[in-house]
């Protein structure tokens, strides 16, 4: 990259839809970024085009060896600016992501610049209703047509973009959790925390699992002994025990959220004590037993902050704060959405115009 | 499926290359058979089509979220026939791969027939030079357009052929293997028994560095000791001790290698006594430096067998056989291509013409 960005103008631009009643991830805006990688050239030809179907070759390596990583950020709107929030950590864990399934890194300030370049062309595409706003996916993948197991030497950088209300339903509606302790998800000196496609298939079945038993999201447990909690899938876990707030230190398996360092930062700021530690599933259900720990919230990108109202943990069904928003989550929920939206002072810098 | 296959014949056939010269899986037949899948209608519209790149979505769920499973298995030309080598196992396998994935069955007998319709308008692409086969792929990805993390409600399952030398160079000719103790392929609850594209991508980096410090492949630790003997990653791993053979018990992270089966299954028809235990890195390595442990080999659909001359275990390097392949690989080898190529009686009714 760092050439100029060709952008080819579409012929016509789609209705926008009404964003409160669209699903995650189902509608799409007009353009997409891409740049192409090889190795003699790097990354190359940036262009911004209408949003289209790809043409790819059946023996493309991401299909069949999984080479293929993604971000996900959002875009919010804040009178006549667009919002972004840290998107610099977003490309950094995308290098991170990269580097770890053998693929070639980005240039993140490139990224970024291509980003903006896009959002400015698309900004009538940010939404402005409450908990609104547009969904960023960056995503690399190996486009080599070749069936041996190796690295791929050519790959795709896309960015797309797609407007949300929410990940799911209202916010801060609490969620409930079957807490998995037979499959597993990612394991230490494995890829649980790059943001890797296979990391995400490999959860479906456990998900699905936890959905017939009546519970919307899976609490992942460590791979080596299954008895350490590590996160949600698309949430890392946080719980509230005697007024600190407490959440599994990071090990490797466990996914590094923005948002999740985001809420330690402000809960930090905000005087809480935070805590990052490793948590054995019968400390927890203790916890939950003799109501010493009073909530339990996820927090990631889509969701931001999810309250946690049921659990399953072996077998018995848990309810945590009356199935309510608990008031710490509402706190830090309030605070980083308001910080998001530019309607809050931004101590921390955190927020940059697109 | 089950309906009559619809073929689209191409324009004109591509010249034949000289498979000797080729590199496995870089060049691809004139036609490939493909299937689309929908919850209201399961798998239709069976089709052989002039193979052709795909017009894919930007937002493809197993490019973003993984679903993508794959099988491997080989047609050999025994005069004017093409014979296949136990390919409801690897239509059986396919199945058990979809099902960990929360992707749906296919129909095992309908994706026989298609294979086989494929392969008679394809017979002149089986080469018939010594070791030389069409190298099948079968595989099945989501292609629903959506960025939620659930199963993708659509699906595509394609066959691909590519006519194959060897997977790498001569048949038989030692390779070398790195011990891998840092890296994690896969833990039991996870997809490591599935032929699922994220756990090739999750190999990569290891592969790398076992290339960097000068050996070809890597063998796999347990996820949760990182201590006991799992598989080569495109091979599973086999050794001679004491005269007997020995192979890792299956476990759930090991990929069950129609191979390894087959393998076991000739080898104690021919007088073999055959262990499938859990062997431990340290037991391995005292069989090694003591003499006990005589030959090591890897057995896959790829590379058939493929004698290991040369390992490093815990930084060391250690040479088996006098990098030579041993006798009993030899034996092996020699008597399962002869019945793959027809050559020799098949007492298992393993073979059957395409």
Redesign the interface.
């Known amino acids: 990259m760092g050439q100029t960005i060709q952008i080819e103008k579409a012929n016509s631009l789609k209705e926008k839809p009404d964003v409160s009643n669209i699903?995650?991830?189902?509608v799409?805006t007009d353009y997409?970024f891409s740049s192409h990688y090889t190795p003699e050239h790097g990354w190359e030809t940036p262009t911004i085009t209408p949003?289209?179907?790809?043409?790819?070759?059946?023996?493309l390596q991401?299909?069949?060896?999984?080479?293929?990583v993604?971000e996900g950020l959002k875009a919010y709107k804040s009178g006549d600016d667009i919002l972004l929030f840290r998107p610099e950590e977003n490309f950094k864990r995308l290098n991170r992501s990269l580097?770890?399934?053998?693929m070639p890194k980005i240039n993140e300030e490139d990224a970024i610049k291509a980003l903006k370049e896009l959002l400015q062309l698309e900004k009538d595409w940010v939404p402005d209703g409450p908990g609104q706003s547009l969904?960023i996916?960056p995503?690399v993948?190996a486009d080599e047509?070749?069936?041996?197991?190796?690295?791929s030497r050519t790959y795709r950088f896309?960015i797309?973009l797609?407007p949300v209300a929410g990940y799911s339903g209202a916010a801060l509606d609490p969620t409930s959790i079957y807490v998995e302790d037979?499959?597993?998800?990612?394991?230490?000196?494995?890829?649980g925390n790059a943001k890797?496609?296979?990391?995400?298939?490999?959860?479906?079945?456990a998900?699905?699992k936890a959905n017939n038993l009546g519970y919307e999201q899976v609490l992942w447990l460590d791979?080596?002994h299954?008895e350490y909690i590590e996160e949600v899938?698309?949430m890392n876990i946080f719980f509230v025990r005697n007024g600190e707030i407490v959440t599994p230190e990071l090990n490797g398996s466990i996914l590094e959220g923005i948002t999740r360092k985001s809420i330690i930062e402000l809960a930090e700021y905000k005087g809480y004590t935070v805590k990052e530690e490793r948590v054995h599933i019968d400390d927890f259900l203790k916890g939950v037993q003799d109501g010493s720990i009073s909530e339990v919230f996820g927090a990631g990108t889509a969701a931001v902050i999810s309250p946690i109202g049921r659990m399953n943990i072996h077998d018995t069904d848990y309810i945590i704060n009356d199935n309510q928003p608990g008031d710490v989550a509402k706190d830090l929920y309030d605070h980083y959405t308001e910080i998001q939206y530019g309607r809050l002072e931004d101590p921390f810098g955190w927020v940059q115009k697109a």
Chains 1, 2 share one sequence.
Do not use: D
Not at 51 to 59: D, G, I, M, Q, V
Not at 62 to 68: F, K, L, W
């Open positions: 699903k995650f991830g189902t799409f997409m949003y289209k179907n790809l043409e790819l070759s059946p023996a991401s299909i069949h060896y999984g080479q293929s993604f580097e770890r399934l053998s969904y996916r995503f993948f047509p070749f069936l041996g197991v190796r690295p896309l797309i797609s037979e499959y597993v998800r990612a394991v230490r000196g494995g890829i890797a496609a296979g990391n995400y298939a490999a959860s479906l079945l998900q699905q791979g080596v299954q899938g698309s």
